[in-house]
């Protein structure tokens, strides 16, 4: 079976080790925090959202709305997460940017085949 590691659980990590455990890869997904703590980073919850709250225009014309629609389209763990925890933003949409549920829901949602390896704090050298 195909193995494959994934470095950094970010929305990319995440999203990718998803992804790939979902056609049946085996995947090892190694998430530095919270040992190493990044400038922009809040908290050791996978796929953190490092930002205000807004994902982009929804519009297909639009490069990120295409992006997006791509997204759906192949059942985007973090789409979906997203999609499901929307809050009104002037026609775009947004999500709470930490402590609460939308940011960390796609880091919990774990899959068959996907392993995470996150050292502890102060366990990394
Ligand atoms: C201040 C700010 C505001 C922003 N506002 C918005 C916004 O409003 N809307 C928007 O859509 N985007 C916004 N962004 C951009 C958005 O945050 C990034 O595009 C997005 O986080 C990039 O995702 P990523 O997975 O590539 O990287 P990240 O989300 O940064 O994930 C990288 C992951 O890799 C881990 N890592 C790094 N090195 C290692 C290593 N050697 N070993 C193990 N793990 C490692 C990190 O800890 C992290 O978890 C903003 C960014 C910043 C900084």
């Known amino acids: 079976m195909a193995e494959i590691k994934v470095v950094g659980a970010g929305l990319a990590g995440a999203e990718a ?38 994902l982009g225009s929804d519009l297909v014309d639009r490069a990120p709305g295409l992006l997006k629609a791509e997204l759906r389209f192949l059942r985007s763990v973090i789409l979906s997460c997203a999609d499901e925890t929307a809050v009104p933003a002037g026609g775009v949409p947004a999500k709470a940017r930490r402590g609460s549920k939308p940011v960390q829901r796609a880091g919990h949602r774990r899959s068959v085949g996907l392993r995470v390896v996150c050292p502890r704090q102060g366990a990394a050298g």
């Open 17 to 54: 080790a998803w992804q790939a455990a979902q056609r049946g890869v085996q995947v090892t997904l190694c998430e530095m925090r919270p040992a190493q703590m990044t400038p922009a980073h809040r908290t050791a919850a996978m796929a953190e959202l490092v930002c205000s709250n807004s």
